[in-house]
């Protein structure tokens, strides 16, 4: 069975500098990966999303994503934290057939 | 683009009550349609796979007599909440998988549904 797991559900960073979101994926075989952000009170954005062929991602705001297969790791980073990036962030796993399963999610703060 | 769209945004009811949420896929049709439930500041769980002419299917857990999907249409997906109560307040989504010919590999989610039960 596909699943995902998100290290930390809370990260705090000063605006400015690097954001570090933490998943690992468990899998039998290659995955789809995605990273959802959702603002309070909104929807879902896709930011980026793997689907086997460049390792390392690059997804929308300036968030890029690299597949480690032999960390099991998909990890979201960004250089340089904007304030407008606090939010749920959601790292999500196609189980098959478009049936995603979400992890737990990671709340990033800004700070001023 | 392709857009999925659901209504109500929100909806707030007496505990007893039965409230029916509907997603539409806009401009392309969708034989199967996904049910997520979000409860407050947590992830989203799957629901149900909603199938067009058929049962929904429903994961591990889920009541199908407390949550109703109906797939009346190819752009039509209804989940309607059946004596609702507190506990069912939550953040309902839908989603859609791609047409075939659009382009992408990716899902399409509806903006949302908040339902909060009196």
């Known amino acids: 069975a596909q699943s995902v797991t998100q290290l930390d559900s809370h990260v705090s960073v000063s605006e400015g500098t690097p954001v570090l979101l933490r998943c690992n994926y468990s899998?039998?075989?290659?995955?789809?990966l995605f990273w959802y952000v959702q603002h309070p009170n909104k929807g879902l954005q896709l930011l980026l999303k793997y689907t086997s062929a460049a390792t390392l991602v690059k997804g929308i705001n300036g968030f890029e994503a690299e597949f480690k297969k032999s960390e099991t790791s998909f990890h979201l980073t960004k250089p340089s934290a904007h304030m407008s990036d606090a939010a749920e962030y959601f790292c999500?796993?196609?189980?098959?057939?478009?049936?995603?399963?979400f992890g737990t999610g990671t709340r990033l703060k800004v700070l001023a | 683009g392709a857009v999925v769209s659901q209504h109500p945004s929100w909806v707030i009811c007496k505990s007893g009550t039965s409230v029916k949420i509907e997603c539409r896929s806009l401009?392309?049709?969708?034989?199967?349609m996904f049910w997520y439930r979000q409860f407050p500041k947590q992830s989203l769980m799957l629901m149900a796979t909603s199938n067009e002419g058929s049962k929904a299917t429903y994961e591990q857990g889920v009541e199908k007599d407390k949550f109703l999907i109906n797939h009346a249409s190819l752009t039509l997906s209804t989940l309607t909440v059946t004596s609702a109560h507190p506990e069912d307040s939550s953040f309902y989504i839908c989603s859609a998988p791609p047409p075939l010919a659009g382009g992408t590999d990716t899902q399409y989610f509806g903006p949302g549904t908040r339902l909060t039960v009196l």
């Open positions: 401009d392309f049709q969708a034989t199967t």
């Open positions: 999500v796993v196609d189980s098959g057939t478009y049936k995603y399963i």
């Open positions: 899998s039998s075989y290659s995955p789809s």
